[in-house]
């Protein structure tokens, strides 16, 4: 039985360069393997970018209203499904994937954020969470170079906690920062719960 994959890490963990390495392995020996992108990521339009700079052009850019089932009926002989920034798949196209693996038996390797600037699951990976058969972190480094698992957002070189999950093309950037700097540069400074729960303290 096909299994689902979820392959998650921070920014620069080096998600993209390991999607484009994926489906050229198995496209280079004749294979097919079905690239896929969540329309929601705008950067790069029809292809997906990597921060060194690797590109290649996605087969099918997914609308949240999309099927992912009535897609791959117009393939024969897919190998597998390889999807970037899974993090924007909505919960039924996550759902959609355990149908394809289990019963079209068909491999889906998803790469993605898990958790936001704020240190949230997003919505498509809180449901990979639950229903992959594989989980795998790739690992991004902190400025102080241990493991970041969290995205600090910075707006203007500085760190910020309040404003929308997701904002590609505006103007922010985002750190890799590990559990440590990610309480001590974003949540104490800037986030009223965790000011209230020192205070009691
Ligand atoms: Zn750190």
Do not use: W
Not at 60 to 84: A, H, Q
Not at 100 to 121: E, R, S
Request: overall charge neutral; proline content about 2%; glycine content about 6%.
């Amino acid at each position: 039985m096909a299994k689902l994959y979820f392959n998650y890490g921070a920014m620069s963990a080096g998600k993209t360069i390991e999607v484009i390495e994926t489906a050229y392995k198995y496209n280079s020996r004749g294979m097919k393997a079905l690239l896929i992108k969540p329309s929601i990521d705008t950067k790069g339009n029809d292809s997906v970018t990597s921060r060194i700079g690797m590109s290649k052009e996605v087969d099918i850019v997914l609308k949240p209203d999309d099927s992912l089932i009535d897609y791959i009926k117009n393939y024969e002989n897919l190998t597998c499904l390889v999807i970037d920034e899974a993090q924007f798949l909505t919960e039924k196209q996550v759902y959609e994937l355990v149908i394809i693996t289990k019963n079209f038996d068909i491999p889906a390797i998803c790469y993605g954020l898990k958790v936001d600037f704020k240190g949230n699951l997003f919505k498509g990976s809180e449901a990979l969470i639950r229903y992959a058969d594989s989980l795998n972190e790739l690992v991004a480094i902190c400025d102080c170079g241990k493991k970041a698992r969290f995205n600090a957002r910075k707006v203007n070189g500085e760190y910020v906690y309040d404003g929308e999950q997701v904002l590609i093309g505006a103007d922010e950037s985002y750190d890799p920062l590990c559990e440590t700097c990610f309480l001590n540069k974003v949540l104490i400074p800037h986030s009223k719960e965790f000011q209230k729960i020192l205070k009691r303290g």
